[in-house]
T-cell receptor, first 111, second 114 residues
Framework: AQSVSQHNHHVILSEAASLELGCNYS??????LFWYVQYPGQHLQLLLK??????LVKGIKGFEAEFIKSKFSFNLRKPSVQWSDTAEYFC?????????FGQGTTLQVKP | GAGVSQTPSNKVTEKGKYVELRCDPI?????LYWYRQSLGQGPEFLIY????????DSGLPNDRFFAVRPEGSVSTLKIQRTERGDSAVYLC????????????FGNGTRLTVT
């Protein structure tokens, strides 16, 4: 069965620090990849997605992710985090009609 | 426009009772998904509908769980003989189809079984 693994469960950063959250998936075929974000008290929102083409994908709020097929990875990055980026981040792979999520990473940004 | 609406937002029930959770998807979205999220975990797939039919119900944990979407729009997740282990946030999402269109999520229903 397909699975998604997020390496960091809880990350604490100071404002302006750089961010990289790891994501690996197990499926070897064509994949559609996503990062979702859940701000405190809000619903899951799409941050960015990769379907095909340029492996470096840019999303909202300055986030980007790089698809590395050989490593089965889709890591999320942001050069300089803000306090408002405090949230839970989920990597997901779309396969056989459904979205499979990783366990999530809680990001806490200290002002 | 309106997003995915889930009602109730909170539901507390006693062990053994029956509950129904409702989801109103975004108008025009043909695919509808149900997920369950426990504390500290990612959303866990339960079932998805393409139109009125359940295209994949492989995530339903047992036969106490059932979902319907009779007219291809609103969906109801039904849980019989609830158990304390069913306590979680139940999320509904909709999209334009099963081909990888991004899912739009509702705020969820927090179910607590006492």
């Amino acid at each position: 069965a397909q699975s998604v693994s997020q390496h960091n469960h809880h990350v604490i950063l100071s404002e302006a620090a750089s961010l990289e959250l790891g994501c690996n998936y197990s499926y070897g075929g064509t994949v559609n990849l996503f990062w979702y974000v859940q701000y405190p008290g809000q619903h899951l929102q799409l941050l960015l997605k990769y379907f095909s083409g340029d492996p470096l994908v840019k999303g909202i709020k300055g986030f980007e992710a790089e698809f590395i097929k050989s490593k089965f990875s889709f890591n999320l990055r942001k050069p300089s985090v803000q306090w408002s980026d405090t949230a839970e981040y989920f990597c997901a792979v779309f396969n056989t009609g459904k979205l499979i999520f990783g366990q999530g990473t809680t990001l806490q940004v200290k002002p | 426009g309106a997003g995915v609406s889930q009602t109730p937002s909170n539901k507390v029930t006693e062990k053994g009772k029956y509950v129904e959770l409702r989801c109103d998807p975004i108008s025009g979205h043909t695919a509808l998904y149900w997920y369950r999220q426990s504390l500290g975990q990612g959303p866990e797939f339960l079932i998805y509908f393409q139109g009125t039919g359940a295209a994949d119900d492989s995530g339903l944990p047992n036969d106490r769980f059932f979902a319907v979407r009779p007219e291809g729009s609103v969906s109801t997740l039904k849980i019989q003989r609830t158990e304390r282990g069913d306590s979680a946030v139940y999320l509904c999402a909709s999209s334009f189809g099963p081909k990888g269109s991004p899912l739009h999520f509702g705020n969820g229903t927090r179910l607590t079984v006492t």
